[in-house]
């Protein structure tokens, strides 16, 4: 008997990477995984990769994301769709990466919801205590329902346990941290030293625009990869970095293993699998001063105030005129960096489909 879980994940920001990831360590211990795929299709490497892994059957739903869906009936809809999705394959129990889906639906199986993000959250981070705008308002009431029909909710970090905990009125989330296994080739031949930041770049939590500001004050390159364009069609410019576009994984390590000074000012960041996959390639790190990155990365990085565009430049000239510096800082948070094993995510997250689903792998345990 082997257990089969439905996965479902957005295919345009860092939860595709979260979820793949998941699934190949699942897949490896023998659990079957669907892979619904809601909102733009997988690129062809994202497909090619995910058809690529024994046991995961990728399917593209072409169900709306709940974060750019045009009313709450459509996520409602979507939701129902999933359930149904559920059904056909016959899976076990379902792991919702966007909990707004689990809002008014009846799942057949159990339902174990992460909160990787919300606009509840970010909106919070990055605009303050201003009030939500309509639009954020009703996702805000379909992601809090949607939390409380999940048996088991998962957070990445103990910080933004608490913000979602905060924001509605909920026990705080259990923690499982992401975890990466990324593929670093061994570090390239030293060269000029330069700053890299990637992610979606369009999004203002991201918080670019301040690294393009302080990028204006130095005297190195500052490479950015990522999206500068978002789903809704909101692009951004950064007339003092330079664009990479979407990077793959060879991409990504290319660049790494050239060990830049890595930067992420961001305002909002419930993890941060950038900052992770940066770390493991030994790059000496400059974050944003905000909770998650201080929980996650105290004693291996630099932190300035985000919003402080002259001591983000002046952190990054530090780094950049001190290479035994830069080399301390790489090593910390390489060290660091292990405590965020892939390993570690499937073990936690396997051990919360125990607890929301025990009749269904105490059966496979049993046939086993």
Not at 55 to 78: F, H, K, N, Q, S
Not at 125 to 138: H, I, M, Q
Not at 241 to 263: C, H, K, N, S
């Amino acid at each position: 008997m082997t257990v089969r879980v439905l996965i479902t994940s957005d295919a345009v920001g860092g939860v595709w990477r979260y979820a793949l990831d998941l699934a190949k360590g699942l897949c490896a211990a023998d659990i079957g995984v669907v892979l619904a795929a809601v909102g733009p299709d997988p690129g062809p490497a994202q497909a090619a990769e995910a058809d690529a892994v024994d046991g995961l059957e990728l399917i593209r739903t072409g169900l709306p994301l709940d974060w750019t869906a045009d009313g709450p009936a459509a996520v409602r809809e979507a939701g129902g769709a999933l359930a149904e999705l559920a059904r056909d394959r016959r899976v076990d129990l379902v792991h919702l990466n966007s909990a707004a889906y689990a809002a008014s639906i009846r799942f057949p199986v159990p339902v174990v919801g992460v909160a990787h993000s919300c606009v509840a959250t970010w909106w919070r981070a990055v605009k303050g205590g201003t009030a939500l705008p309509e639009d954020f308002r009703w996702r805000t009431e379909l992601t809090g329902e949607g939390y409380r029909a999940c048996q088991t909710v998962l957070a990445p970090s103990r910080a933004f346990a608490a913000a979602t905990a905060e924001a509605y009125g909920l026990p705080a989330p259990q923690l499982v941290h992401n975890g990466r296994a990324p593929t670093i080739p061994a570090a390239a031949e030293p060269g000029p030293v330069f700053v890299f930041t990637a992610g979606r770049l369009w999004d203002e939590g991201k918080n670019v625009a301040a690294l393009d500001a302080a990028a204006a004050r130095l005297r190195l390159p500052v490479a950015a990869a990522g999206p500068l364009c978002g789903p809704n069609g909101e692009t951004l410019a950064f007339p003092n970095l330079q664009p990479l576009g979407t990077l793959d994984e060879a991409g990504m390590a290319q660049r790494l293993a050239r060990r830049p000074i890595f930067v992420s000012a961001a305002l909002y960041e419930p993890f941060g699998l950038a900052v992770l996959e940066a770390a493991a390639a030994g790059c000496a790190l400059v974050l944003s001063d905000i909770p998650t990155f201080r929980e996650l990365w105290t004693g291996a990085a630099v932190f300035v105030r985000p919003h402080d565009h002259q001591a983000l430049a002046e952190a990054v000239e530090a780094l950049a005129e001190s290479e035994l510096l830069r080399e301390r800082y790489g090593a910390a948070a390489a060290a660091h960096a292990r405590r965020y094993s892939l390993p570690a995510t499937v073990a936690g997250v396997l051990a919360a489909y125990r607890r929301a689903a025990a009749g269904a792998f105490a059966g496979r345990e049993a046939a086993a």
